[in-house]
Each structure stands twice: as structure tokens, then as C-alpha cells.
């Protein structure tokens, strides 16, 4: 069975940092596509970043290019957001996704299989 489990989440004020952490467990890590996804109240969920497989390419939404990066360490099936320059529109929950079947950018799109979410508050 496919889990997956985010931390890192909090509060945190206009211009900060947060590194979210995905634990994954249940499947052969480096067979899947991972990436992180958010909604806000009110909005639709959007992809924010993922790594694809089998090349490992990363992916990032354009709103969040140059102050997010997405990393793994597949040797303890985890996966990190490391999210810097936070602003208040980054407030959401984030979900860590994983799909054995996603293709290169479909990554960022969509993912089958999903973590219970981390709630991220970015206060100005």
C-alpha cells in the first residue's frame, strides 16, 4: 500500500523559509513519479513541483520557479520542498503525490496516489 506522509508545515511570516518533508512508503521509490502539490481555500489544487522518472528531471510551476526546490533521498524514500521568499500567496495545504505511471511533465499535472497534506500559513 502506497503512503505517504508530509511534515514541516507551520506558520511563518512574508519572506521566510519552510522545508517540507514526504516520507514515502509501500513502493519501490525510485519506480515513481513524486512531487508536491497545494490548495488554497477557495482555489483548485495545482501541481508546484515533481520529479519524473525514470529520468529524475524536476518540474516546477511557473509561480513558484527560483524559490522552491524539490529534492529526494531515495535512500530513505523521502522527498523535500525546500520553499524560500514564502509570500502569502503561497498559503495552502501542500500534498505530497506519487503516480507509477505519470510521463515526464504530467508529473506536475496530475498523481495518483496522495498524502493527508501539510498546512502551510504564510502571514505578511
Known amino acids: 500500500e502506497v503512503q505517504l506522509v508530509e511534515s514541516g508545515g507551520g506558520l511563518v511570516q512574508a519572506e521566510g523559509s519552510l522545508r517540507l518533508s514526504c516520507a514515502a512508503a509501500g513502493f519501490t521509490f525510485d519506480d515513481y513519479a513524486i512531487g508536491w502539490f497545494r490548495q488554497a481555500p477557495g482555489k483548485e489544487r495545482e501541481g508546484v513541483s515533481c520529479?519524473?522518472?525514470?529520468?529524475?528531471?524536476?518540474y516546477y510551476a511557473d509561480s513558484v520557479k527560483g524559490r522552491f526546490t524539490i529534492s529526494s533521498d531515495n535512500a530513505n524514500n523521502t522527498v523535500y520542498l525546500q520553499m524560500n521568499s514564502l509570500s502569502p500567496e503561497d498559503t495552502a495545504s501542500y500534498y505530497c503525490?506519487?503516480?507509477?505511471?505519470?510521463?515526464?511533465?504530467?508529473?506536475?499535472?496530475?498523481?495518483?496516489?496522495w498524502g493527508q497534506g501539510t498546512l502551510v500559513t504564510v502571514s505578511s
Open positions: 520529479i519524473s522518472k525514470p529520468d529524475s528531471r524536476k
Open positions: 503525490a506519487a503516480d507509477r505511471r505519470a510521463i515526464g511533465s504530467s508529473c506536475l499535472r496530475y498523481l495518483g496516489r
